[in-house]
């Protein structure tokens, strides 16, 4: 069966330190893999997304960015954080379009 | 469409009555539909799907509605549990798009 992992789940982070948040998927290749955001008491933003290793498509304007090193990796970083980076972010994978996506258990970032 | 910038409607019940979530999605193209269900601190999961040549949809306590007319979505729960509270939200993908935008999300407390 499918699983995917995020990490860490809650972080802590100061002002203008750098981010990394991993995201792994096992039991499946070639998924389609996403990052959304969701803020406290708001709906998912989705922020990037990748179909393939090396391909990485961004929704919103923004200080973050997204890599896909292999096949079932994503990781999200940021090189300098801000207070507004703060927020719930979930990564997710989905066997394609018109198919439904599976989400990790969140990572809760607080930018202090 | 995507609502990220607005507070999530409410909805409480009674425990046993029967729950009706509602979503209103804009875009016409919007071909395959899922509804997630997210506890408080943890990530979305699937509950059910529908595809835009299907009215309706049953799974085990829940039924999807679809009204391609109005552009109107909804989840109905049976029965509803305790367990049931959650944030329920309703999600589209456009056919030969990989991204699914959801919508702003519905907080549903079952009162005992």
């Known amino acids: 069966s499918q699983t995917i992992h995020q990490w860490p789940a809650t972080l802590v982070q100061p002002v203008g330190s750098p981010l990394s948040l991993e995201c792994t998927v096992e039991?499946?290749?070639?998924?389609?893999l996403y990052w959304y955001r969701q803020a406290a008491g708001r709906g998912l933003q989705l922020l990037f997304y990748?179909?393939?290793?090396?391909?990485i498509s961004s929704e919103v304007p923004q200080n973050l960015s997204a890599s896909r090193p292999q096949d079932r990796q994503f990781i999200l970083s940021s090189k300098k954080l801000l207070l507004s980076d703060s927020g719930f972010y979930l990564c997710?994978?989905?066997?394609?379009?018109?198919?439904?996506?599976?989400f990790g258990q969140g990572t809760r970032l607080t930018v202090v | 469409g995507e609502s990220v910038g607005l507070h999530l409607p409410t909805l409480s019940v009674q425990e046993g009555d029967n729950s009706i979530i509602n979503c209103a999605y804009s875009?016409?193209?919007?071909?395959?539909f899922i509804w997630y269900k997210q506890e408080s601190g943890k990530g979305p999961q699937f509950i059910i799907d529908?595809?835009?040549?299907?009215d309706k949809r049953q799974g085990q306590r829940v039924t999807v509605l679809l009204n391609k007319t109005v552009k109107h979505l909804s989840l109905q729960i049976a029965a509803t549990q305790p367990g049931d509270s959650a944030v329920y939200f309703c999600?589209?993908?456009?056919?030969?798009?990989?991204?699914?935008?959801f919508g702003a999300g519905t907080t549903v407390t079952v009162r005992a």
């Open positions: 997710a994978w989905s066997r394609g379009e018109g198919t439904e996506a599976f």
């Open positions: 529908i595809r835009s040549n299907m």
């Open positions: 990748s179909v393939g290793i090396g391909q």
């Open positions: 999600a589209e993908n456009i056919l030969g798009d990989y991204k699914l935008s």
């Open positions: 875009n016409s193209a919007s071909d395959y």
């Open positions: 039991g499946t290749s070639n998924p389609n």
